[in-house]
């Protein structure tokens, strides 16, 4: 049976968190999803910019339409919406878990606490998620440096910045490494991606000038709060 998913019916869902941690790799599996089925149309990130696909929803935004944990058997038994442009999609139900954990850690990255979002401290919460989207991938889940990414490109283990540095976590090295002004090469040759200017390419069209730098400092310091929380002793 075909479910239908019609987003002018649907209401606004309250904002819900998965009781199940959100772990990297299922993350990134559902990100692969989204990126191949998805992309062409919807914007996918975590920022919510504009898609190509006029009227489309970012998909950063889809928590603000439904509760997307159900969306995963409309996923299974094929997604059908009111929008003639949008093709029906069915997935294998690994795959639909992989693009809920997805969805469910775009909506986490999107909490944001009462007053201005940009006032708060730094979070390890939101910095692992951070790392969980951008640098699980090169670095492992945890940090570990235990993808063949990390073999590859001589990935860092992160757990030991701090013991590397006679047992103080050197906090602004770090975040000077993040956001590109310290060059880090791997022995291939590959450069670390400068991330303070790519955040800013992906966040060209959210708020001010001012907004933006902001909120790449913020998420920068939330990268470095969950490097700090997970340093071995």
Not at 1 to 10: A, D, E, N, Q, S
Not at 14 to 35: E, F, K, M, N
Request: proline share 8%; hydrophobic share 40%.
């Amino acid at each position: 049976m075909k479910l239908p998913f019609r987003c002018i019916c649907l209401p606004i869902a309250a904002v819900t968190c998965a009781s199940a941690p959100l772990l990297a790799q299922d993350i990134d599996a559902g990100r692969q999803l989204v990126q191949t089925y998805c992309a062409e149309c919807h914007d996918v990130g975590p920022e919510g910019g504009i898609s190509p696909l006029p009227g489309a929803p970012p998909f950063s935004t889809l928590h603000e339409r439904y509760d997307v944990d159900l969306l995963e058997e409309a996923l299974v038994e094929g997604l059908v919406t009111g929008h003639e442009t949008m093709p029906e999609f069915e997935f294998d139900p690994s795959q639909a878990r992989a693009i809920i954990d997805y969805l469910q850690g775009l909506e986490t990255l999107r909490i944001k606490p009462p007053g201005d979002p940009l006032q708060r401290p730094a979070s390890a919460t939101f910095g692992e998620l951070t790392f969980q989207f951008y640098c699980s991938t090169c670095h492992g889940k945890e940090g570990r440096a235990d993808t063949p990414a990390a073999a590859m490109f001589s990935a860092t283990d992160l757990g030991y910045l701090a013991s590397a540095n006679g047992g103080t976590f050197p906090t602004e090295r770090v975040r000077a490494i993040i956001d590109g002004r310290e060059d880090i090469v791997g022995h291939t040759g590959v450069r670390m991606p400068p991330w303070a200017r790519l955040f800013a390419h992906e966040l060209e069209k959210v708020g001010s000038d001012e907004e933006r730098e902001r909120l790449i400092a913020l998420r920068i310091a939330d990268l470095v709060a969950y490097l700090q929380s997970i340093q071995v002793e």
